[in-house]
Structures are given as structure tokens and as C-alpha cells.
Nanobody, 115 residues
């Protein structure tokens, strides 16, 4: 069983930046494609970005050029650098594996973009 713990969220003004982290337990992390997802108020959870075990990245169009996903396999951690944030980025952010049946979801980390 893999445990996911997201952190790094907070309140930020439009145009600001945040860096999210997701620590995963278990020894299979380095072999796993990982993704970030978010759930805005009143909406379904959506995929935001992913990084393969080989470091290939992909993003939803709305964040391309603003967000950067990365990973540190030695730390079993995946990151999401978010720049030029706007109100539409508000939501709870989660990490999980990509392209496969998800593990149990973590608690997520709240990101609020507001002036």
C-alpha cells in the first residue's frame, strides 16, 4: 500500500508562485509514472500534469508554460512548480500515479489564488 502526502499549498495572489510536493511511501516509486491532479470547488477532479519514470512530462493545456512537474526518485517525491497563478488554479491538488488505477488518494493540499 502506497501512502501519498501532499504539501506546499496556500493562499497566493494572482501572478504568484507556489511549489507543491508529494511524498510517496514504497519502493516502486521510481518505476511509476506520476501525476498531479486538482479539484476546483464544485467540479470533478482533473488531471494537470504527469511525468514518466523516464522524466517525460506532459501538461493540460491550461497550465502549459506556467507549471513544471519534476521528480526526485531518491526522495520518493514529485513536485509541481506553479508560476503565474490565476483564480482558475484554485483547488485542492493531489498527486497519484498516472496512466494506471490510482492508489488511495492523499488528503491533498489546498491552493487558493486570490487578491
Amino acid at each position: 500500500q502506497v501512502t501519498l502526502v501532499e504539501s506546499g499549498g496556500g493562499l497566493v495572489q494572482p501572478g504568484g508562485s507556489l511549489r507543491l510536493s508529494c511524498a510517496a511511501s514504497g519502493s516502486i516509486f521510481s518505476f511509476t509514472d506520476m501525476g498531479w491532479y486538482r479539484q476546483a470547488p464544485g467540479k470533478q477532479r482533473e488531471w494537470v500534469a504527469q511525468i514518466t519514470s523516464h522524466g517525460i512530462t506532459n501538461y493540460v493545456r491550461s497550465v502549459k508554460g506556467r507549471f513544471t512537474i519534476s521528480r526526485d526518485d531518491a526522495k520518493n517525491t514529485v513536485y509541481l512548480q506553479m508560476n503565474s497563478l490565476n483564480s482558475e488554479d484554485t483547488g485542492v491538488y493531489y498527486c497519484n500515479r498516472a496512466g494506471a488505477i490510482p492508489w488511495a488518494w492523499g488528503q491533498g493540499t489546498q491552493v487558493t489564488v486570490s487578491s
